[in-house]
């Protein structure tokens, strides 16, 4: 009996394997986000978000987000970013997309998750990452796509910049905290 079990055991343990190869995080596409305050690289999960993921990245490729800043900082809460300039003049941004939330990912502290407006599928460029778990979020749908791998001491420097109120926009750094670039290390 035991004879007949290990090939079967033994397939099963390969086929497990080749699964989690499958799935690896090395198959997940980052992004490196060079900021005036360091680098933050973010890991994307197209298994979860594909619609997301391929939005996020179309806007990196064209490098659409060098240059933007992030323009809300609440400490306690998130860092938004991706849609306007330093001079605080929004960026035209492509379509919005179908919200994929409940996809399994949450907005947990360091996460990273689309802004959106009060419209369920109303996200376009700009993204914002979790400084804490905010899985009310989570209840609202707003859909996390990926998590910073490397860089969380630079997400928590920009979280602790004194911020104002600027061109009718709350909770904006009085310096500026550019995104210098945004490109794919994988």
Not at 144 to 156: N, P
Not at 157 to 175: M, S, Y
Request: a positive charge; hydrophobic letters at 40%; one cysteine or more.
């Amino acid at each position: 009996m035991t004879r007949n079990l290990l090939p079967v055991l033994a397939a099963v343990l390969v086929c497990a394997g080749g699964l989690a190869l499958a799935q690896s995080p090395a198959a997940n596409p980052r992004v490196l986000l060079k900021t005036t305050l360091g680098d933050i690289t973010l890991e994307l999960y197209p298994a979860k978000a594909p619609i997301t993921v391929k939005n996020f990245l179309s806007y990196v490729n064209e490098k659409f987000y060098d240059g933007t800043i992030f323009h809300r900082v609440i400490p306690g809460f998130m860092i938004q970013g991706g849609g306007l300039t330093a001079d605080m003049h929004e960026k035209q941004s492509r379509a919005t997309i179908k919200n994929e939330s409940g996809n399994g990912l949450t907005n947990s502290r360091g996460f990273v998750a689309m802004a959106r407006t009060s419209e369920l599928d109303s996200a376009t460029c700009q993204f914002y990452i979790n400084l804490v778990d905010n899985f009310s979020l989570d209840e609202m749908k707003y859909c996390s796509f990926g998590k910073v791998v490397a860089g969380l001491d630079v997400v928590d420097a920009i979280a602790k910049v004194q911020t104002g109120t600027r061109r009718g926009h709350r909770d904006v750094p009085l310096e500026p905290i550019t995104i210098i670039s945004a490109a794919v290390v994988n």
